[in-house]
């Protein structure tokens, strides 16, 4: 198909991916509609209205070997510097074991919808394998998992749309649960008690801009968050081809799962960045940046996810796709909430380790800081970042069970 931009036009190419990214990030954090549509979908949406139109290609060097090939990889390290294991442990309190059996359940769910809608929907074991992630981690996981398992772009993209039209969907139900009769008189709730014993009504920012706020951040800091991504990168990457080779494949489901799993630099490089991340927390502690690099770098893969996608693709498959995901998103709420009151878990906890299982440490910061559950925000910010890092294993384990 000619396109108005040539796919061999690197630099027109970049110029648009780099601006609309801007744009999505600036539209987020500035106006209500985009924030409560969220930057990714702001992101997709322009490159999927860009590609149908015929004005950029849906395949390129720029989208393939630079924003798959090297922003992804580089992303993911920046995103998980603070992921000190030690300090999750720590602070996180019984919280982060519901948060586990969340995850648990999030994972039984991907099987279940797997089981059910296997044979109507190409590419679902792939799938599985990145909703897995991403809802247990956030978009890092989704970002690596879609690359590790090579899903096609369209299904991406389908996945993303229903993804994102589900969490509108769950955030209210989310937000809604408090007030509803059966939840509050089943579950204990300090932290509602707190906030109606002082007659406060606490509202937050606009969620990403409260979340992206401004900090220091030195040329210093740039570069050693370069430096540490690149290397990690580098190092994995190698590691990941040694077990490849040393490992055949098609030797049974044992022998590939092990090469699946210890053959996967995503992999490598999740559990690399956690060692350094909690053996250097202290120095890692000064340094700034590398959540805002890494998130824009993010905001380029979702531009790029939204290229490939045919319009057609999505209306046929984004349904399912949809159902799919409520399956694995209903079977999580179920386990945090039934779990959370077997071993009599606060209301609170029980919607904190889901949002921050579903939804990510910002989306649950967020919702704590909207809610005045103050106590709460520190805890289930590092039980989210404990996502990121859980959330490849959980989802690599998936898709090789699922034979992605």
Not at 213 to 229: E, F, G, H, T, V
Not at 317 to 322: E, T
Request: glycine share 8%.
């Amino acid at each position: 198909m000619n396109t108005l931009i040539s796919p061999e036009n690197t630099w027109a190419l970049m110029a648009i991916t780099c601006g609309w990214a801007a744009f999505s990030i600036y539209a987020e954090q500035t106006w209500a509609w985009a924030s409560k549509l969220s930057g990714a979908i702001v992101a997709l949406l322009g490159a999927l209205i860009l590609t149908n139109l015929g004005i950029i290609p849906t395949n390129c060097v720029f989208f393939d070997d630079i924003v798959w090939g090297y922003a992804v990889p580089m992303a993911i390290p920046m995103l998980l510097l603070s992921c000190d294991i030690r300090k999750i442990a720590k602070e996180s309190g019984k919280i982060l074991i519901l948060f586990i059996i969340g995850a648990i359940g999030t994972s039984i769910g991907a099987i279940v919808g797997y089981q059910l809608l296997g044979n109507h929907v190409e590419n679902l074991s792939g799938v599985a394998a990145m909703m897995t992630g991403s809802y247990i981690g956030g978009t890092v996981n989704f970002a690596a998992l879609s690359d590790a398992f090579e899903v096609p772009g369209d299904t991406v993209s389908a996945a993303v749309v229903a993804d994102n039209l589900l969490m509108t969907i769950y955030f209210f139900v989310l937000i809604m649960i408090p007030s509803v009769k059966f939840f509050y008189s089943k579950f204990k709730h300090p932290h509602i008690d707190e906030i109606n014993a002082k007659g406060i009504d606490e509202q937050a920012k606009t969620q990403a801009a409260a979340y992206w706020s401004k900090k220091p951040i030195s040329l210093n800091d740039i570069a050693i968050n370069i430096a540490i991504s690149v290397i990690i990168v580098w190092v994995s990457s190698e590691i990941a081809n040694l077990v490849s080779n040393a490992i055949a494949p098609d030797q049974g489901f044992a022998t590939n799962l092990v090469r699946g799993l210890f053959g996967n630099k995503y992999l490598i490089l999740t559990t690399i960045t956690m060692i350094i991340a909690t053996v250097f927390s202290k120095p890692l502690e000064g340094l700034s940046g590398s959540q805002e690099i890494g998130t824009y770098l993010i905001y380029l893969f979702f531009f790029v996810v939204g290229a490939p996608a045919s319009i057609k693709a999505i209306l046929i498959n984004a349904p399912l796709l949809l159902v799919f995901c409520a399956i694995m998103v209903i079977i999580n709420m179920i386990f945090c909430f039934f779990f959370g009151k077997l071993l009599k878990f606060n209301l609170e906890d029980c919607i904190m380790a889901s949002n921050a299982c579903i939804g990510g440490p910002t989306t649950a910061a967020a919702m704590a800081i909207s809610k005045g559950w103050v106590k709460l925000i520190g805890p289930i910010m590092l039980i989210g970042t404990l996502g990121y890092v859980i959330g490849t294993y959980f989802g690599t384990f998936v898709g090789q069970l699922l034979g992605a």
